[in-house]
């Protein structure tokens, strides 16, 4: 399974900001959509991303404030990313190599979505539920074998 098929059934909503975006206001949107990550773009291009990870660490070297931050002075200015074409299991030990929950997938240059640790775990589940299913099915068809006349 690639990377596609999870952005194929996960859909092609994406959340992004701009890099001069208030903390604040990065949080508001995240906590309205229930959201774990934001994409940081800046003309059209990826420049960072900010997930729950940052801003908490913001939050504990501000004394728990949030401030007039903007999202370019607290956002993962680096971050991995993965492509379409990228097989799920690679991607998996990306996600756990890295540490991250959250991976931009790039087609290019240009940003195809985001994928989590939840999407991830979830296409998996679901791929291995069918396969157990289908073999459940063959199991249950197996033919008969027929008595020998010794």
């Not at 001069?20 to 003309?43: C, F, K, R, W, Y």
């Not at 240059?109 to 396969?131: M, N, R």
């Amino acid at each position: 399974m690639k990377v596609r098929e999870i952005l194929r059934v996960k859909g092609n909503t994406l959340y992004t900001v701009n890099p001069d975006t208030p903390v604040a206001q990065a949080v508001s949107t995240m906590a309205e959509l229930d959201i774990g990550s934001l994409v940081v773009m800046n003309h059209g291009r990826l420049t960072g991303m900010l997930t729950f990870r940052e801003v908490l660490k913001h939050l504990h070297d501000n004394d728990g404030a949030v401030g007039a931050a903007k999202i370019s002075a607290v956002m993962n200015s680096k971050p991995v990313t993965a492509t379409p074409e990228t097989e799920i299991n690679d991607l998996r030990r990306m996600m756990l190599e890295e540490h991250v929950r959250y991976m931009p997938i790039l087609d290019g240059d240009t940003l195809a979505g985001v994928v989590s640790f939840y999407d991830v775990a979830k296409a998996v589940l679901e791929e291995q539920a069918f396969e157990n299913k289908m073999l459940k099915a063959y199991i249950r068809d197996w033919p008969a074998e027929e008595a020998s006349d010794s």
